[in-house]
């Protein structure tokens, strides 16, 4: 059963969209079982896609999708990106299959690269085979610690290539430049994504797979001290799951983002410690913070312009940090209580 606050977020962006182009087409979405595939799952099964989640279940979990299997049009594949093979046409491919969390993408630097070059292009050919449109969830990541912030599309990047963090990096490079070259070279419909800090209900906040919020969240409702690298001034924005997969979906479908890159993410930065505050205070719980050494190339400051999107896709974030905390907070709640 899908829990309540996922299902009026999933409402929420259903309404907000506005346009039948999913309606009936056949989508598969790279990825489908982890924080932003499942949540672009329930999304696109809403809107009355025929849905084809793939999955290797590497940081992914079934209880994200397993609500979905009774549905109509909805399959779910376990199957590694890269090898992944399907005569049917796919209308639309959503290709966000790739480890995210750094400490854990650090783990198993050699598939992150491969998911992000051999597994991009097993879906560019895929794409290129049935004259899909296809969209690449690339990251912020790729600005390395951005010089310019707010950062815009336009900035090339201030990168460590040989760096710890590298794999992911230089792995949403690559994806990037083989789509870019897709679509010259073939003239394949692709849009591209640089998605910014995004946060909300599946998030993972266990041991390696945590992101920073979630991490926090799961120590402050445990009473546990809060874990703060470097002294806290770095900044990061924090987008909303809903605010996020609209923009996705947005991308995807409006003709003028057709062979554009796109950032998407919110535009309030704060720094760290004012985010671990935040949480803290909804919590209701005082455990203090824990401070450790800034692991290696962690950028300073993150914050996209947004202009693009708003621009083309009249998209801007909803979701205050305050109300998607909170939102995210009584989820993970919930689940500490065993409801689902
Ligand atoms: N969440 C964010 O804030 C954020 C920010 C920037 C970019 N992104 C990108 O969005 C995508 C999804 O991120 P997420 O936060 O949902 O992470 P996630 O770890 O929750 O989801 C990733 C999913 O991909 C699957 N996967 C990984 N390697 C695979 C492979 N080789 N074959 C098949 N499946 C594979 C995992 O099992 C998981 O279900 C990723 O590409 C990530 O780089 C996310």
Sequence with gaps: MIDRIIRDDVEHVVDGFEHDTFAEKSVLITGGAGFLGSHLCDTLVALGAAVTCLD????????????????????????????????????????????????????????????????????LELARQHDSTILFASSSEVYGDPQVVPTPESYLGNINHLGARSCYVEGKRFSESLFMAFHRKYGLDMRIVRIFNTFGPRLRGDGFYARVLSRFILQALAGKRLTVYGDGSQTRSFCYITDLILGVLLVSSNVKARGEVLNLGSSQEIPILDAAKQVVTIVGSNPGLSFHPLPEDDPMRRCPDTGKAKEILEWEPQVSLENGLERTISWFRKQADGAS
């Design 56 to 123: 290797n279940f590497s940081t992914g979990l079934l209880k994200n999708v397993d609500h979905l299997l009774p549905k109509r049009g909805f399959r779910l594949v376990k199957e590694d990106v890269s090898n992944f093979k399907e005569n049917e046409k796919f209308e639309f491919i959503f290709h966000f299959a790739s480890r995210a969390s750094p400490e854990e993408y650090q783990l198993y630097p050699v598939e992150t690269l491969l998911a992000n070059s051999r597994g991009s292009h097993n879906m």
